[in-house]
């Protein structure tokens, strides 16, 4: 995943990144637009997301950031960021596909009430999410995001001990712990730690990594 943030309207930066997009904050409504650039730093489109209601988690600071967004996934031409929780009885969300050449939506992939896709990044001409449920009977799972037919494929489900489920907590999984996935194993890591509290246990998980039962045959 490749892309430049931008702190308001003004403040743009040369592409640093192939293919480069540019995301736009305006004032608090989080990323307002976002400007994918050719390899002379030219606009190509203008992709429009609607006063806010789609997610990019970014690194927020006194600078430009470059990759440094790891919820939205840019590949294939395309760039996909997840919906804003909507619902109300059980939260759900859309991950949604840009064109990178004309700023036109693409595919779409709908999470289903009582769960979340959060994007990952892009590998194969795939584009890997993974699955949060609030059912604790329903898994959560690593899944791919086929572009081309809009179809949705898991590569396997997991649970997580009581200890790391801070790490999978839908209001906070993106905001608090960095998700990668490398070589098959979803990492999740903490950004932080602090503790422990008075009354809470004496240790917590910072970094767990999670793989298909089937990769240790």
């Not at 609607?50 to 996934?73: I, M, Q």
Request: charged content about 20%; aromatic content about 6%; proline content about 7%.
């Amino acid at each position: 995943m490749d892309l430049l943030r931008g702190q308001g309207h003004q403040g743009p930066a040369p592409p640093l990144a192939e293919p480069a997009v540019l995301a736009v904050q305006a004032g608090e409504i989080g990323i307002s637009e976002m400007l994918p650039l050719d390899d002379k730093g030219r606009n190509r489109a203008t992709i429009h997301l609607e006063n806010g209601a789609y997610a990019g988690e970014c690194s927020y600071g006194d600078h430009l950031v470059v990759d440094d967004c790891p919820t939205v996934a840019v590949g294939a031409g395309q760039v996909f960021l997840r919906s804003k929780e909507t619902g109300d009885q059980a939260d759900s969300n859309w991950v949604v596909g840009f064109d990178l050449a004309t700023g036109n939506t693409t595919k779409e992939f709908e999470s289903g009430p009582g769960s979340l896709l959060y994007p990952v990044r892009t590998s194969g001409g795939r584009h890997l999410a993974v699955r949060l449920g609030d059912d604790p009977v329903a898994p959560n799972a690593l899944v791919a995001l086929d572009p081309e037919t809009g179809r949705e494929t898991p590569y396997f489900f997991f649970d997580l001990p009581a200890e790391a489920e801070l790490m999978t907590m839908t209001e906070t999984m993106t905001e608090y712990n960095d998700v990668v996935v490398e070589n098959g194993r979803l990492f999740l890591g903490a950004r932080k730690a602090e503790g422990p509290a008075a009354g809470q246990p004496k240790w917590t998980y910072l970094v767990l990594g999670v793989q298909s039962s089937a990769a240790k045959k």
